[in-house]
């Protein structure tokens, strides 16, 4: 094998480490797609359901699918009564991403089948995961501010269901719809740390349950999905001192980063982003509120113009940029947005980890085992002689 | 960059990721190193608080560091009321592994600092986690067997301490010692598959616990930790068939392996075996039951006199084979195996999320985030124009 030194400690940028087809980023044309589709046709025209389809069955559902994927996912909303008793034993101060991480794997108990490693039984973790998710993050908001869980209501989508077990209100149709688009957007986004996580975990064959909530781990990260929590307490803390120019040049001068503007992987603009703006600007207007949209094209202008003048290079806003106050006007927590990102995230890392545990022998990795450097140079490139207690 | 592709679909086998100063598998010499030291030394000659030393503190300790450190995981060995509360609702038959992967994340929730990344709490964390492991796992066998749980009982070393959990009763000294030395074996092996998973969840900073709780779902998967469970059925199959060399010649002619023979990376034997077949004699003889050495050593000369002959190759154990007679010698029930390699590996683990958290800044990876290859056909190489749902 080549030499592979220059990859050392590059956490893997730019290293291919498996075939996919379940989606792909075209960074320099700014394009994503989700099994064939850009992602500007699907958040657009279809509903979350539908690419929840797409991604675990590879095509759109005619509409007789979908009724059935639909009734299929209502059908798993309920969490097991087990399950919530757990959740009303933790400190209501607990993190919500730590919450949920735990609750997967408590999931699996509840379910029979849980380590069986055939397709059925992945689709059909897969659908009662997708399903339960969200009922497990409006469980705990519930149930940390001491109510009991909303119920789900099978007459609603996913994205309306998800709104009402929060709040216990039936959502109006444009904050509903907003949400669905939200979940299109966020549901697949190819090999990023947490998708990356759930397949190196279903590499050793551990259960899906076992690889999702790894994903959630990983998701929690402030690098990965912390990032549009942390773009709505930037965006409070510009409002709250009132000068945004001082915030930027304080951030930037200390070497720090505007969060949500850049992207690792699109180098031209994320289309995801020109998707939320619109939204957040819609729904401010609609609850009268536009101050968390009027802050962020400020910001957004202000950083394009200082990044032109000072390296000569053109920076965009990323997913997080805009979901942050989209999500903050629909009146979700600020501290539920990294779980939100879960909700629909999990439609893709359960695709991703089928697509690890059965596609076809030429095509599946093995497990995921790296080699590293030994560097330790305690008493010289690799060995010591032992060294006895009373001489230590 | 250069051309990567030959590794796509490969495991990442053989590719360097990142420096390390924790631990070197020398595959030739078949040696283990942890930070300068010889397994075989280190078995021998330390215990496991001294490798948990080791492993975070990068020395052995002098007599006045390891009161200290001994000290300092006795006084967290106590799990939260609330975590014993919610281990009480789960179902008796849950799966130990789904267990512990759960729990971790809910240890965070009574940790106040929990999501704090500096070296002081990090420290802390792995003591926590080292302490707090042994706990869950016996607390969860007790619960599911209807027995409140064990007090842990600070006189007791941390090997003797998890038997006294485990079982209720203060172990004798040489099951106390071969314990200890079991601990010292699995605490650590380099860039493996849940070592790796706790590395990337860390790399997005997410806290210890959650890179933790990754790791865990990463070593239930059958290729990883399972494999001790699987030596130990097999061992009772073939009792049970009492068909040795039938036994063999099924598994291999239908393409399968004889589980605990040959390593991925120790291709002249794995040290580690070679301490823990001795201990599974004499732990054998000390219960007047040698029926599993026994059969593992036949085992072990068969299967290498066979592969010797048809492929020229030799093949040795790796740890799980006899760790897996020891275990059950001691009265380790099956499928607690696993998360008894979790008790162990804990020291390592925590020691790779600390070097991938505060490593120097030229030698910390990145957010672990390859890339992908695109093979998606739905409509050629990338996109498909959009179908709506009337011609779907």
Redesign the interface.
């Known amino acids: 094998?080549?030499n592979?030194?220059?990859?050392?400690?590059?956490?893997?940028?730019?290293?291919?480490?498996?075939?996919?087809?379940?989606?792909?980023v075209?960074s320099d044309a700014g394009?994503l797609?989700y099994?064939?589709?850009?992602i500007t046709?699907?958040a657009e025209?279809t509903c979350f359901e539908e690419v929840v389809n797409l991604l675990l069955f590879?095509?759109?559902?005619?509409?007789e699918e979908?009724r059935q994927l639909r009734t299929h996912l209502a059908a798993q909303r309920a969490i097991p009564k087990?399950?919530v008793?757990?959740l009303k034993?933790?400190?209501a101060?607990?993190?919500p991403?730590?919450?949920l991480?735990?609750?997967?794997?408590?999931l699996?108990?509840?379910d029979p089948g849980?380590?069986e490693l055939t397709l059925e039984k992945s689709i059909d973790t897969a659908i009662r995961l997708i399903a339960e998710i969200p009922t497990i993050v409006c469980a705990w908001h519930r149930i940390r501010n001491g109510m009991d869980p909303v119920p789900p209501d099978p007459d609603l989508n996913h994205a309306a269901n998800f709104l009402y077990m929060l709040t216990g209100e039936v959502p109006d149709e444009q904050t509903a719809r907003f949400f669905d688009i939200c979940l299109v957007l966020h549901a697949e986004h190819?090999?990023?740390?947490?998708t990356?996580?759930a397949r190196?975990?279903?590499?050793?064959?551990?259960?899906m349950?076992?690889?999702i909530?790894?994903a959630?781990?990983?998701?929690?990260?402030?690098?990965?999905?912390?990032a549009n929590t942390r773009v709505m307490r930037m965006l409070k803390e510009i409002d709250e001192s009132g000068d945004m120019d001082e915030y930027i040049s304080r951030v930037l001068n200390s070497g720090g980063k505007i969060m949500g503007l850049g992207h690792?992987v699109y180098k031209n603009g994320d289309p995801r982003a020109k998707i939320l703006a619109p939204m957040s600007k819609a729904l401010g207007q609609s609850i009268g509120e536009t101050r968390w949209y009027d802050l962020s094209v400020l910001l957004e202008e202000k950083t394009k113009a200082l990044f032109k003048a000072k390296k000569g290079l053109d920076i965009y806003p990323n997913v997080d940029f805009y979901s942050a106050s989209v999500y903050y006007s629909m009146g979700i927590p600020m501290d539920l947005f990294t779980p939100v990102f879960a909700v629909s995230r999990i439609a893709g890392w359960a695709a991703h980890v089928m697509e690890e545990q059965f596609a076809g022998a030429?095509?599946?990795?093995?497990?995921?085992?790296?080699?590293?450097?030994?560097?330790?140079?305690?008493?010289?490139p690799?060995?010591?002689p032992?060294?006895?207690?009373d001489n230590?």
Do not use: W
């Open positions: 094998m080549e592979l030194n220059n990859i050392v400690n590059t956490g893997l940028r730019g290293v291919t480490v498996a075939n996919t087809k379940i989606s792909h075209d394009k797609i099994r064939g589709y850009l046709d699907l025209k590879e095509k759109l559902p005619n509409p979908l087990s399950l008793a757990s034993t933790c400190p101060d607990s993190l991403m730590d919450i991480q735990a609750a997967i794997p408590l699996a108990n509840n849980a380590a190819s090999f990023n740390a947490s990356f996580s190196q975990v279903a590499s050793t064959r551990a259960h349950y076992a690889a909530s790894a959630v781990g990983s998701l929690s990260g402030a690098l990965h999905g912390g690792a030429s095509d599946k990795p093995a497990l995921y085992r790296p080699s590293s450097a030994y560097i330790g140079d305690y008493c010289g690799a060995e010591c032992f060294v006895a207690m230590r």
